[in-house]
T-cell receptor, first 116, second 111 residues
Framework: EAGVTQSPTHLIKTRGQQATLRCSPI?????VYWYQQALGLGLQFLLW???????NRGNFPPRFSGRQFPNYSSELNVNALELEDSALYLC???????????????FGDGTRLSIL | GESVGLHLPTLSVQEGDNSIINCAYS??????FIWYKQESGKGPQFIID?????DKRQGQRVTVLLNKTVKHLSLQIAATQPGDSAVYFC??????????FGGGTRLMVKP
């Protein structure tokens, strides 16, 4: 069974540009999550999508946005890039929608975003 | 994936010994906890989980202990192997399926 896949592996942008990161969940998983792993700050929750809807959002500005497609894949968009956006962006997927049955989130290997 | 920060707590153990990695969580209302392993250049890999109605759960070579009274979680790895060298994170599931991660512990296994 294929795991969570993310593309691109690496992305280099300059300040003010826009970045689009992509994620394909494990087959059968409907929930997709995005996390930021910045050096010194650990993993921070960004967004949760399920059935095409944004279900929860972390403490990030509105220039971080995303969407989920009918096939459950997802995009993360970051507008007006700033130097501090340099980080590893991780996508995870799970079976669970409501959280009540607490299914584990399984992660991809991330997209390394570097802002010059 | 790579180590989080430059000052991760490090646990150094001899190959074959048992390892215990500890974690303090923050939210007494959290009802689900997960341990992840992150190797260099990779994303976090699921190891084991535990729900708040349990105190202990065992997997293959790993055991997770949950002490809700003091909001403490531990991961025990039996017969530690060189392949266990990685950064280990605990995570608590808050409302809205948001995982809150601990800062991580680097495990180094000496041959």
């Amino acid at each position: 069974e294929a795991g969570v896949t993310q593309s691109p592996t690496h992305l280099i942008k300059t300040r003010g540009q826009q970045a689009t990161l992509r994620c394909s969940p494990i087959s059968g998983h409907t929930s997709v999550y995005w996390y930021q792993q910045a050096l010194g700050l650990g993993l921070q929750f960004l967004l949760w999508y399920d059935e095409g809807e944004e279900r929860n959002r972390g403490n990030f500005p509105p220039r971080f946005s995303g969407r989920q497609f009918p096939n459950y894949s997802s995009e993360l968009n970051v507008n007006a890039l700033e130097l501090e956006d340099s980080a590893l962006y991780l996508c995870a997927s799970s079976l669970d929608r409501t959280g009540s049955s607490n299914q584990p989130q399984h992660f991809g290997d991330g997209t390394r975003l570097s802002i010059l | 994936g790579e180590s989080v920060g430059l000052h991760l707590p490090t646990l150094s153990v001899q190959e074959g010994d048992n390892s215990i990695i500890n974690c303090a969580y923050s939210n007494s209302a959290s009802d689900y906890f997960i341990w992840y392993k992150q190797e260099s250049g990779k994303g976090p890999q699921f190891i084991i989980d535990i729900r708040s109605n349990m105190d202990k759960r065992q997997g293959q070579r790993v055991t997770v202990l949950l002490n809700k009274t003091v909001k403490h979680l531990s991961l025990q790895i039996a017969a530690t192997q060189p392949g266990d060298s990685a950064v280990y994170f605990c995570a608590e599931n808050n409302a809205g399926n948001m995982l809150t991660f601990g800062g991580g512990t680097r495990l180094m296994v000496k041959p």
